[in-house]
């Protein structure tokens, strides 16, 4: 079974530059989910998905971040316009029912 | 709102040793999940350990079981025999019941096992 696959796996932008990150999810897994990881901290939620309709957004900066998931498959996250602070890790992460999450090896985001 | 606390940032053991990682978490809720996450250097995250929060018995799967105490809102991880593939970042994760899928993670803890 073919896991989480995330693209591109490295960025490197400057601050007011946008950026989008790929997920694509483990076939039928329903649930998609974005999470952001700040060096040494643990991974934030930023968006729930479940097929294509938004479960949970509470965490996403909706000022520059944003997400779609069409056809409730593939999913892009985007910022737009991009901060040093965004410099973080992008995980994707996929779930059949809603409890156990399966992670992609996430996108390192580097904003200077 | 639920935390998370990881209070040991990093950690060493020799192989083939024992290693307790500590966690401790607060909610007001009676129903939820505890997991223990698993991220390799430059690998991606994998899931170690579930344990239901209404289940009295402790989670085990083979070198991996955990102590969790409800009423002292702990949920510790302990490693026997630990090998140097278990070198990894170890995140401590709360899930409400009635919010499903929205894990809330510790900061967590930097593991290292020495051969």
């Known amino acids: 079974e073919a896991g989480v696959a995330q693209s591109p796996r490295y960025k490197i932008i400057e601050k007011r530059q946008s950026v989008a990150f790929w997920c694509n999810p483990i076939?039928?897994?329903?649930?998609l989910y974005w999470y952001q990881q700040i060096l040494g901290q643990g991974p934030k939620l930023l968006i729930q998905?479940?097929?294509?309709?938004?479960?949970?957004d509470s965490q996403l900066p909706k000022d520059r971040f944003s997400a779609e998931r069409l056809k409730g498959v593939d999913s892009t996250l985007k910022i737009q316009p991009a901060k040093l602070e965004d410099s973080a890790v992008y995980l994707c992460?996929?779930?059949?029912?809603?409890?156990?999450?399966?992670f992609g090896p996430g996108t390192r985001l580097t904003v200077t | 709102a639920q935390t998370v606390t990881q209070s040991q940032p990093e950690m060493s053991v020799q192989e083939a040793e024992t290693v307790t990682l500590s966690c401790t978490y607060d909610?007001?809720?009676?129903?939820?999940?505890l997991f223990w996450y698993k991220q390799p250097p430059s690998r991606q995250m994998i899931l170690v350990i579930r344990?239901?929060?209404?289940?009295?018995q402790n989670a085990t799967e083979n070198r991996f079981s955990v102590n969790f105490q409800k009423a002292a809102k702990s949920f510790s991880l302990k490693i026997s025999d630990s090998q140097l593939g278990d070198t990894a970042m170890y995140f401590c994760?709360?899930?409400?019941?009635?919010?499903?899928?929205?894990?809330?993670f510790g900061q967590g803890t930097t593991l290292q096992v020495k051969p």
């Open positions: 998905f479940q097929n294509n309709g938004v479960v949970d």
């Open positions: 076939s039928g897994h329903a649930t």
């Open positions: 994760a709360f899930m409400n019941v009635l919010y499903t899928g929205k894990l809330i």
């Open positions: 909610t007001s809720e009676n129903n939820y999940y």
């Open positions: 992460a996929s779930s059949l029912g809603q409890i156990e999450q399966y």
């Open positions: 344990q239901e929060a209404y289940k009295q």
